[in-house]
């Protein structure tokens, strides 16, 4: 009687993991190859448009009052420059992004020269890596439900990651055939045991840590379940009033004082009559400028409405700050970089390699397809 209920509830994973995988399963593949770009988008949108990387140093000679200055008149009325992204290393230029006044117009990204302020490159979409960026998050369809979309089907592929293993696992006990390329199988069937073995648990993190990234508020309820997290920065506004707004440089120079070491990583700028100056810094040996501090500050009168760092920080605040980590894979240098980038070409081939073999055994006689299916995983 065990072993019958065993062999139940192996087909019934085999049924939902084969379901999953044909339907939600195509979309996580897009999702995934777009995944596998962003790991890299630097380099990619480098080779694309060579003009926006032509930069003359990454020494941040101007004002950030310049800066902005410059993207405004760039983009000739058509946006509003909402943030300044700081070079992240040697090669790379200051990005503008800007806010369409047109409505659902998205982001204009506005390319600068670091030590001379020059307009490298002004783009409405930013090309491909903007594109990218877009289906990854939302399908391009954020006005329409689209990251809850994507974050459907992030759980469907944490089951399905899962449910792989499972399946995979072979009912006879680990051999050393079980962890390569068996005899007698199809070279289709080989490459999804093989490959999709040794990728689970890293595409079972992606899904996992994608589902928080696309539904940041329950995600938010559920860690503030284990212990306190601290209130959404999407909350912070500063009081209405009629002052005058100080600077930008003003600004990064109040929430710089705060922590003399670390350097300006992105300067967000006050939108609305409550808008607030958003300062992210990248502390020193920081893997990644996430881990580092953040001030929010009143644009008026400079007032410090609440800064973010590893002293303030929760730990539920830094395990929601290490899933973005982790998705993107800048903990781990190049190392992380690359497997997250294979791990996101991975559904592809699952998907691909799946579907064979769900045709073939969709041409055999119902007898053999019913033993072939009573059988999963003990032949693994």
Same mark, same amino acid.
């Given at each position: 009687?065990?072993?019958?209920?065993?062999?139940?509830?192996? !087909?019934?994973?085999?049924?939902?993991?084969?379901?999953?995988?044909?339907?939600?399963?195509?979309?996580?593949?897009?999702?995934?190859?777009?995944?596998?770009?962003?790991?890299?988008?630097?380099?990619?949108? *480098?080779?694309?448009?060579?003009?926006?990387y032509?930069?003359?140093?990454? /020494?941040?000679?101007?004002?950030?009052a310049?800066?902005? /200055?410059r993207?405004? /008149?760039?983009? $000739?009325?058509?946006?509003?420059?909402? #943030?300044?992204?700081?070079?992240?290393g040697?090669?790379?230029?200051?990005?503008?992004?800007?806010?369409?006044?047109?409505?659902?117009?998205?982001?204009?990204?506005?390319?600068?020269?670091?030590?001379?302020?020059?307009?490298?490159?002004?783009?409405?979409?930013?090309?491909?890596?903007?594109?990218?960026?877009?289906?990854?998050?939302?399908?391009?369809?954020?006005?329409?439900?689209?990251? $809850?979309?994507?974050?459907?089907?992030?759980?469907a592929?944490?089951? *399905?990651?899962?449910?792989?293993?499972?399946?995979?696992? @072979?009912?006879?006990?680990?051999?050393?055939?079980?962890?390569?390329?068996?005899?007698?199988?199809?070279?289709?069937?080989?490459?999804?045991?093989?490959?999709?073995?040794y990728?689970?648990?890293?595409?079972?993190?992606?899904?996992?840590?994608?589902?928080?990234?696309?539904?940041?508020?329950?995600? !938010?309820?559920?860690?503030?379940?284990?212990? @306190?997290?601290?209130? *959404?920065?999407?909350?912070? /506004?500063?009081?209405?009033?009629?002052?005058?707004?100080?600077?930008?440089?003003?600004?990064?120079?109040?929430?710089?004082?705060?922590?003399?070491?670390?350097?300006?990583?992105?300067?967000?700028?006050?939108?609305? @009559?409550?808008?607030?100056?958003?300062?992210?810094?990248?502390?020193?040996?920081? *893997?990644?400028?996430?881990?580092g501090p953040?001030?929010?500050?009143?644009?008026?009168?400079?007032?410090?409405?609440?800064?973010?760092?590893?002293?303030?920080?929760?730990?539920?605040?830094?395990?929601?700050?290490?899933q973005?980590?982790?998705? $993107?894979?800048?903990?781990?240098?190049?190392?992380?970089?690359?497997?997250?980038?294979?791990?996101?070409?991975?559904?592809?081939?699952?998907?691909?390699?799946?579907?064979?073999i769900?045709?073939?055994?969709?041409?055999?006689?119902?007898?053999?397809?019913?033993?072939?299916?009573?059988?999963?995983?003990? #032949?693994?």
């Amino acid at each position: 009687m065990g072993a019958l209920r065993h062999v139940d509830a192996r !087909r019934i994973w085999l049924q939902v993991h084969l379901w999953l995988g044909l339907t939600l399963g195509v979309v996580g593949a897009l999702v995934g190859l777009t995944g596998s770009a962003l790991v890299f988008d630097h380099e990619l949108d *480098s080779l694309l448009n060579p003009q926006r990387y032509a930069v003359t140093g990454s /020494q941040v000679a101007l004002s950030y009052a310049d800066y902005g /200055q410059r993207a405004t /008149q760039a983009l $000739e009325g058509r946006a509003r420059p909402a #943030n300044l992204r700081l070079p992240e290393g040697e090669g790379l230029p200051i990005v503008v992004l800007a806010r369409a006044r047109a409505e659902g117009g998205g982001f204009h990204r506005v390319y600068l020269d670091p030590p001379t302020g020059r307009v490298l490159d002004v783009s409405a979409s930013g090309g491909f890596i903007g594109w990218a960026h877009s289906f990854h998050e939302s399908l391009t369809l954020r006005a329409h439900s689209g990251r $809850e979309i994507v974050g459907a089907v992030g759980i469907a592929m944490l089951i *399905s990651s899962l449910s792989g293993l499972y399946l995979w696992w @072979p009912t006879g006990g680990l051999g050393r055939r079980a962890f390569g390329f068996r005899p007698g199988f199809a070279p289709s069937r080989n490459l999804h045991y093989t490959f999709g073995f040794y990728g689970s648990l890293v595409l079972a993190l992606l899904s996992f840590t994608g589902v928080f990234l696309a539904y940041p508020e329950p995600g !938010r309820a559920i860690v503030g379940g284990f212990g @306190p997290v601290s209130a *959404s920065s999407r909350g912070i /506004q500063a009081p209405e009033s009629s002052g005058r707004p100080i600077p930008p440089d003003d600004a990064v120079a109040i929430a710089r004082a705060l922590y003399p070491e670390a350097k300006v990583a992105s300067l967000g700028l006050p939108a609305g @009559p409550r808008g607030a100056y958003r300062v992210s810094l990248r502390a020193p040996g920081d *893997s990644s400028a996430r881990f580092g501090p953040v001030v929010f500050l009143d644009p008026r009168s400079g007032a410090v409405l609440n800064r973010m760092d590893r002293g303030t920080r929760t730990r539920g605040d830094a395990f929601l700050v290490w899933q973005r980590v982790l998705h $993107e894979g800048e903990a781990f240098g190049i190392v992380g970089r690359i497997v997250i980038c294979s791990a996101g070409a991975l559904p592809a081939l699952l998907v691909v390699t799946g579907a064979m073999i769900w045709l073939r055994q969709r041409r055999k006689p119902r007898t053999d397809r019913v033993g072939a299916a009573a059988a999963v995983g003990s #032949n693994a």
